[in-house]
């Protein structure tokens, strides 16, 4: 459809606030280009099956910033008959569309998208938010592909694998997150406490109690925390 034929164009705000879930799909199906990206934000909060299946349609939207609203709101509503769409959505031409399709994808933890976005894992424009992706989808098999960035050269990288570590909980990872406590950046390390106090695996304590003496205080106050945390998980399994 021309941009031109696309002149039912109210007030979004005042839509979305009346909760006129048929006027808000109507505005992203012909609304203008503004409108239309508003209207696929705004239908994030109705968890309904007609607005699933408009924001759907509108993941093939001629504009992307129409695209990228709609995946992000697909992934706030968090209906797994999304994901096939998602999925395609990940090989979009612009980079931060197949951003919001991966973290619409971790939101929705289905386990089918774990090959393409370990596969995504490659694709540098979008791979931080894919390792949060994977660690909101929880599946232990992105264990040893997360461990293997801990390697790379980009520290937000870096960073990103140890926090989707962290959500994943599996002790595989703790001999790599102790590792990471010794890096020369202070977020990788500060983010390898974090995921050492989330996964509460007792080989990490010492190592974390060596990690007080870091130079840099909110190191040490993350440590901190993970210690604390990494206890109660102990206590809890007692």
Known sequence: ???????????????????????????????????????????????????????????????????????SSLGKIGIIDATP???????????????????????????????????????????????????HLGDPRAVDHLIEALKDWDLGFRSSAEEALGMIGDEKAVPALIEALKDSDVSVRRHAAGALGKIGDERAIKPLLAAMDDEKWYVRLQVEEAIQELNERLKEEE
């Open 85 to 135: 769409f998602l999925l395609n959505t990940l090989r979009d031409e612009k980079w931060y569309v197949r951003q919001h399709a991966a973290e619409a994808l971790g939101e929705i933890g289905d386990e089918r998208a774990l090959i393409p976005l370990l596969e995504s894992l490659q694709d540098k424009k979008i791979r931080n938010n894919v390792a949060i992706a994977l660690g």
């Open 1 to 71: 459809m021309s941009i031109f034929d696309r002149s039912f164009n109210p007030d979004v705000e005042k839509l979305e606030h009346e909760k006129d879930v048929g006027g808000l799909i109507k505005t992203l199906k012909k609304g203008n280009q503004k409108n239309r990206a508003l209207s696929a934000r705004a239908l994030g909060r109705f968890k309904e099956e007609k607005v699933v299946k408009a924001l759907i349609d509108a993941l093939e939207d001629d504009d992307p910033d129409v695209r990228w609203n709609s995946a």
